[in-house]
C-alpha cells in the first residue's frame, strides 16, 4: 500500500493540487444569500395550533402580449392609412367648390318676402303691446342677419366634419328636453299652457329646435355607416325607433304635437331612403295612426280642437274663435287681396298675426295670386333640395340634405294646413317668415348644411 501511494505521487505533477468542492474565500464572501420567505402575520388558525400556508405576494396580472404584425398585414394598414388621408384630401379640395346658386337664391327670396311680410303683420300688434311697431321686425331683423351668416359660415365647411359633432348634439338636446320637463323649473318658461321654452325674460329659445337638427344628423351619421344591415330589424330599425321615440315622447309632453310630427317624419324619411324594409314603413304609419287616434280621440288630448276643427262655427266666439277668424282672413283677400299692408284681419281680430297665422294675412293682402307664388317658391327649394340630396358625393350628405328637406316640406305643409283649416288648429310656425328668433336661425343654419353639402356634389351626367 505504501508502495503504491509513492508511485501515484511520483506520476502527479507538483503543481496541480486535488481540486476543491468549497469556493475560494473571496467568493464565499460575496456570494449573494437569497432572502428568507416573507411570512404573513400568524393567522388564528396557527395560534390555535392550526396550518398556515406562507404568504405569497399578489402578482400583478400580466397583459396579454399583442402578437407582431405579419408583413401583409402592416402593408394592408398602411395602405388604409394612406388611402383614408387621399379620401380627407379629396374631400377638402371637394369641398372649395361652388354652391348651389339656385337654392341659395331661393333661400334669399323666401328670408326677404317673409321679413317684409312680418312686418306688415306685426306693426298693429307691436304698437299696441310694446308702444313700438318695429319691435318685432327688429328683433326678426337681427336675427335674419345672423343667420344668413351663420349660414354662409356652416356653407364653407367641409361638411364631413358634422360626423363628430352628431353624437354630442344629440346628448345636448336630449339634456335640455328633460331639463325643460322638471316641475318648477326656473328657466322654463310657459306660454299658452305649454312649457316649450328655456330662458331669461330677455332671451328664450325653444329645445325641440335643437333636437331636430340633432336628429336629423345623428341618423344620418349612423345610418350612412349601415349599408346591408339596415334591412335587419337589430341595426336597421330598433335603435332608430326607440331614439325617435324617446325624442317625440319629450318634445309631445311639452305639449308640442307638431314638433314630435316632425320629429317622426324625419327620422321615418331618412331611415326609409338608408334603406329598411317597406313593410316596417306600412307597419309605423298604421302605429301612429293608432298612436295619434289613441291620444285624441281615447284619453282626450286637445279634443275641443279637433270637435271646433269640424265646426269652428259652432263658437265661434271662444273655442272656435282663431280659426274662424283665420277663414275670414283668407276669404277677404279673393283673387288679388287688398294690397300690401292693408290688412284689416291683423287690427286685433286674428290671433298670433306675426306668428303661426302670418300666411292668412299673405292671403288678405296678396291675394290667392300672391299666396299661390309663395307656395310655388317653398315647392321649388323643396324639390331643389331633393335634387342635391340625390347628387350628393356620399349617403352621409345625401341623408343630411333628406332629413333637412323633409323638415321644411312637413312644416310648410302643416302650417298651411292649420291655417286653411285642413289640419287641426296647432302651434307650428311658418320656415322663413313666422317670428321667431330659433327658429329662424337654426333654419337658415341648415339651408348652410345643404349649401356645404352643395359644394361637393357629383357632375351631373350630361345627355
Keep these: 500500500m505504501a508502495g503504491y501511494n509513492d508511485s501515484t505521487a511520483r506520476r502527479r505533477p507538483p503543481n496541480q493540487r486535488k481540486p476543491s468542492r468549497k469556493p475560494p474565500p473571496q467568493q464565499r464572501k460575496t456570494a449573494h444569500k437569497p432572502p428568507p420567505p416573507q411570512r404573513r402575520p400568524p393567522s388564528k388558525s396557527s395560534v390555535h395550533g392550526g396550518y398556515a400556508p406562507p404568504y405569497a405576494p399578489p402578482r400583478k396580472p ?68 310694446e308702444q313700438n311697431p318695429l319691435y318685432y321686425f327688429k328683433r326678426q331683423a337681427v336675427f335674419v342677419v345672423m343667420g344668413i351668416a351663420g349660414m354662409f359660415f356652416i356653407g364653407k365647411i367641409n361638411y364631413q366634419r358634422f360626423r363628430g359633432a352628431a353624437k354630442p348634439l344629440l346628448y345636448v338636446s336630449l339634456v335640455m ?13 310657459t306660454i299658452n299652457n305649454a312649457t316649450r321654452w328655456l330662458g ?35 341595426f336597421g330599425i330598433l335603435p332608430y ?97 287688398v294690397g300690401l299692408g292693408k290688412s284689416r284681419q291683423k287690427f286685433m281680430y286674428l290671433p298670433e298675426e306675426h306668428n303661426d297665422f302670418i300666411f292668412a294675412i299673405i292671403c288678405e293682402e296678396l291675394g290667392l295670386i300672391g299666396a299661390a307664388i309663395i307656395m310655388l317658391l317653398f315647392a321649388a327649394l323643396i324639390l331643389r333640395g331633393y335634387w342635391i340630396a340625390l347628387h350628393a358625393y356620399d349617403r352621409f350628405g345625401s341623408l343630411m340634405v333628406v332629413g333637412i328637406t323633409t323638415l321644411v316640406a312637413m312644416q310648410t305643409f302643416l302650417n298651411i294646413g292649420v291655417v286653411s283649416g285642413l289640419l287641426p288648429t296647432t302651434g307650428i310656425s311658418l320656415p322663413f317668415f313666422s317670428y321667431g328668433g330659433t327658429a329662424l336661425t337654426i333654419q337658415l343654419a341648415e339651408m348652410g348644411i345643404i349649401l356645404s353639402v352643395s359644394r361637393q356634389m357629383k357632375p351631373p351626367k350630361s345627355g
Excluded at 398585414?73 to 367648390?97: D, T
Excluded at 325624442?247 to 311639452?254: C, K, R, S
Excluded at 320629429?263 to 307597419?283: D, K, P
Excluded at 295619434?292 to 273655442?319: C, H, M
Aim: charged share 15%; proline share 5%; aromatic share 10%.
Design 62 to 129: 400580466s397583459k396579454p402580449r399583442r402578437r407582431p404584425l405579419t408583413r401583409e398585414e402592416a402593408l394592408a394598414r398602411q395602405e388604409r392609412r394612406q388611402h383614408r388621408l387621399l379620401l380627407e384630401e379629396e374631400s377638402r379640395e371637394r369641398a372649395k367648390g361652388p354652391i348651389d346658386l339656385p337654392f341659395c337664391l331661393l333661400v334669399f327670396l323666401l328670408t326677404a318676402i317673409g321679413l317684409v311680410m312680418m312686418l306688415s303683420a306685426s306693426f298693429p300688434s307691436a304698437y299696441y303691446e
Design 241 to 337: 325607433a326607440v331614439m325617435l321615440i324617446a325624442t317625440a315622447g319629450l318634445v309631445g309632453m311639452e305639449p308640442h304635437l307638431s314638433g314630435a310630427l316632425l320629429i317622426l317624419g324625419a327620422g321615418a324619411a331618412m331611415m326609409l331612403v338608408g334603406g329598411i324594409n317597406w313593410a316596417w314603413v306600412i307597419g309605423a304609419l298604421g302605429a301612429a295612426g293608432g298612436m295619434v287616434y289613441f291620444v285624441l280621440f281615447v284619453i282626450g288630448y286637445n279634443t275641443s280642437r279637433i270637435e271646433y276643427w269640424r265646426n269652428p262655427w259652432a263658437d265661434a266666439q271662444d273655442k272656435g274663435y282663431q280659426l274662424s277668424q283665420s277663414l275670414i282672413t283668407i276669404g277677404s283677400g279673393g283673387l288679388l287681396g
Design 200 to 234: 331669461t325674460p330677455g332671451f328664450r329659445f325653444q329645445p325641440s329646435e335643437v333636437a331636430k337638427a340633432a336628429i336629423v344628423v345623428y341618423f344620418a351619421d349612423s345610418i350612412s355607416m349601415k349599408k346591408d344591415k339596415m334591412h335587419t330589424f337589430r
Design 177 to 189: 328636453l328633460v331639463f325643460l320637463l322638471i316641475p318648477h323649473n326656473p328657466l322654463a318658461v
